[in-house]
């Protein structure tokens, strides 16, 4: 079994920051992509950053120079960094990871997994 466990959301202020952590633990062989979703109230779940084995980091237009994106392949752990935030970042924030795991005892397959979901809330 993989689980994806995040945490670091909470309430902000306009223009503050907020530091979200995911850590993927269980029957890992690799993790090729990490990512970081988010979904408002009314609205679909939306990508926000993501980032392949390569290095290569991609954001949203409306995050893009705000977030930041990264991962610690040793501790198959990645974070997104947030600053400047403002109230339409106001979402559940969520996880996701592409991970080379064995559902099948000797067999390596590639699944998709999402974390929990942790509250970001920007307010003055």
């Known amino acids: 079994q993989v689980q994806l466990v995040e945490s670091g959301g909470g309430l902000v202020q306009p223009g503050g920051s907020l530091r979200l952590s995911c850590a993927a633990s269980g029957s890992i062989f690799s993790i090729y992509a990490m990512a970081w979703y988010r979904e408002a109230p009314g609205k679909q779940r939306e990508l926000v950053a993501h980032?392949?084995?390569?290095?290569?980091?991609n954001y949203a237009d409306d995050v893009k120079g705000r977030f930041t994106i990264s991962r610690d392949n040793a501790e198959n752990t990645w974070y997104l960094q947030m600053a400047n935030l403002k109230p339409a970042d106001t979402a559940v924030y969520y996880c996701?990871?592409?991970?080379?795991?064995?559902?099948?005892?000797?067999?390596?397959?590639?699944?998709?997994?999402w974390g929990q979901g942790t509250q970001v809330t920007v307010s003055s």
């Open positions: 996701y990871a592409e991970v080379e795991t064995s559902v099948v005892p000797g067999i390596r397959s590639r699944f998709q997994y």
């Open positions: 980032i392949p084995s390569s290095g290569t980091a």
